[in-house]
């Protein structure tokens, strides 16, 4: 892991917030919840946002493991999506700010200027890996929140259930999405 | 009829004898008894209505309808997560079905402590009202899972003491998908008891109605308003109920929250927070377990609590399991390292430790009223987590697990039979280095007779307001110590005996 002193951890932090404002990154403010349609289509994530999703949960959950089902072929990015529909403004606002922060660390977690999605799998799980044992709380708490609905998205798809062993609900998915999708 | 979001067309303004807000193990039960009394009730719940039709057994679909801010619930400092139902009928949907009595040696501190003015022996009547009522009874035999049974087995080679316990459960088809909602109604929760009683015997429940204040007028509530909110928790419409008499019941973090939102401070109000936190391991076996599979918890270690000796420390051990994606959550690590451990989730024992826990910490609200809970383990209890994580350690491997992983945020231990499991409490249980939960917060509006040490009396009454009562988990007056479904609802069936029988006080015109 790179040591990344308070000094320097300040120094990349303004670089890093400079990139962002330059790249017009930083979210909209996300004002009425999005109305929900089908699953499999986005309705809190932009389409940049759910790449970088999507490449943490691929290092996230599968790394390099075959015997699980690539993350590309399941609907784990949707699923998040979904659920972040559920939580509340300053959630969803908070964990779109994450991906975008979490983006565009290499440069002050690696020393490397390259974002998240243009490292190779070797750089990605190293950024993972600071993130995960950083000295600072919130890094660590982001890799948590990262962590976390990286498994919601993953193992809540049935196309990961036979690779581990586990053989699903009991009762037949209803037609539709469950009533909750149609309450509003 | 049960009122929910399809209903309410516009702004509602309701007038009752009784408003009781929450509908869990305390709020369901003062319901119903109410009602049955004869007294107009209203029932307010946050959450949605669902039934049997919409447990879908899937953890993305129910973590978002069954519990509050979608399972992620946690301490200010993320250190533990707190699992609370959200929904009519509460955590009772969710939980796994223990069924204990409060135990005697707790009501005797609590007479000592807190100066209660009730005995074990008083709550009897309200431990069989409410044990008829969810049809609590042992668990069969039978019914004692793979993974319960191997909890029990090493407990049995190392000489532990436990107990099959009792549940409200009746004709389970052992589907083991309890925490997301039982399908099949074999899970007696408030949802299927309680409440349709209290439906039946005209209480009218409201459900997706989220109480914001309570508007107070010298020693007496006058209103609850809120706000009518959608599954998403989208604001669609206001409401007003005006009552006689108040019954809090929304749960250890949103009881105190809505007094505070209310103005109502200082004293204990929002303090003394328990949470009895709990740490789990997991152990891998060379057969197949698949844990998920029948009654998730059967099985109960109390070999290392006494609270006939010592009211005050102790921990039992549980059994526990997770779908893939909670499990997926808990494991430590990422990538092949994290993939590989899932690849033997059909092969894993989950095991965990639940502290009576000392320890405090509180509730408080933020500038949107927002609640924010603080909570610090003393190091004392820390390390008696580390012994109870010993001791899990010690059952998987007496009972044939061929690693046991203790999942620390950093450095997770992999142990292998015939590891030095001291290198456990050698690593301790600090709070956030590894993952603690808790799904019994409690304690936040404690009871007592003195008005200076406790915020509510023996009969849940609080103290300084006329007609404002509290029935749910806030007010025990220390750590439980054992599962609090049975102590919730008895308290809360005696909370309403009190007030039925001096119903002349609030509503003199129904005697």
Redo the contacts between chains.
Sequence with gaps: MSEVTRRTFLQYLAVSAGLLALSRLRPPLLG??PALGARGTLHVLSEKEANILRAVIK???????T??PPVGETAAVE?VD??L????DV?RTQFRWLLRVFEWSPPWMLWRLQRFTALDANGQ?RL?QAW??SRM?WA??GF?AL??LS??????QEA??A?????????P??PK????VT?? | MIRTLRDIESDLELRSQVCVIGSGAGGAVVGKELAEAGLDVVVLEQGGYYTKEDFTQREEEMMPLLFEEMGQRATEDQSVVILQGKNVGGSTVHNLCYCFRTPPPIVEKWRREARIGWRYDDLVPSFERVETMLKVQPIPEAQVNTLNRKIREGCEKLGYHGVVAQHNRQNCVGSGFCILGCPFDAKQSMALTYIPAADRAGARIFANCAVEQLEVAGERVQRATGQVVDVYGRPRARFAVRSELFVLSAGAINSPQILLRSGVRGGHIGKHLHLHPSVLLAGLYDEDIHGYLGIPQSYYVDEFIDLEHNPDSGYVIMPIFGFPVLTASQLPGFGRAHAEIMRSYHRMVGILVLLHDQSEGGVRVDRKGRPLISYRLRPEEERLMAEGMRHCAEILFASGAREVLVPYFEAPLRLRPGSDLSVIEARGCRQGEIPLASTHPQGTLRMGEDPSWAVVDSNGRVHGFENLFVADMSVFPSSLGAPPQITTAALADRTAASIVAARGRWFPQTV
């Design positions: 009425a919840a290092r996230m959950m599968r790394g390099d493991e015997t699980l699923t979904w659920v529909a559920f939580a509340d959630q799980d993972l995960e044992r709380g660590r708490l948590r962590k976390n498994a919601l998205g993953y193992y809540s990961t259930w690779a581990i062993g586990y053989r699903g609900p009991w009762v998915r209803p999405s469950p009533r909750l309450v509003s």
